[in-house]
């Protein structure tokens, strides 16, 4: 079982930026992708960003130009820089990995969610 250990949430004034991380916390034998959802009071949880292990990422459009996701593949950790913050950027934010361990084989796992809330 991989554990997901968020953390970077909280409150911020519109405009304003906000860094999440994610640390997986066993070891990884590979990675095929990670990536960040999110989810707001009422609505479905919504991609935001994804990262493959070639580097190659997408965005949601509603953050194009205003998040960047990032990774560190040595130390099994993900990142999402949030900047411009909307307050309809307002949400749960969860960390999403696909990955293979030895033990487990290849899964999907998800993280326990960080509030992130935009509001002046």
């Known amino acids: 079982q991989v554990q997901l250990v968020e953390s970077g949430g909280g409150l911020v004034q519109p405009g304003g930026s906000l860094r999440l991380s994610c640390a997986a916390s066993?070891?990884?034998?590979?990675?095929?992708?990670m990536g960040w959802y999110r989810q707001a009071p009422g609505k479905q949880r919504e991609l935001v960003a994804v990262?493959?292990?070639?580097?190659?990422?997408n965005y949601a459009d509603s953050v194009k130009g205003r998040f960047t996701i990032s990774s560190d593949n040595a130390k099994n950790t993900v990142y999402l820089q949030m900047n411009s913050l909307k307050p309809e950027d307002t949400a749960v934010y969860y960390c999403?990995?696909?990955?293979?361990?030895?033990?487990?084989?290849?899964?999907?796992?998800w993280g326990q969610g960080t509030q992130v809330t935009v509001s002046s």
């Open positions: 999403n990995v696909e990955v293979v361990t030895v033990s487990d084989g290849r899964g999907v796992y």
């Open positions: 990262i493959t292990s070639g580097s190659n990422s």
């Open positions: 066993r070891s990884i034998f590979s990675i095929y992708a």
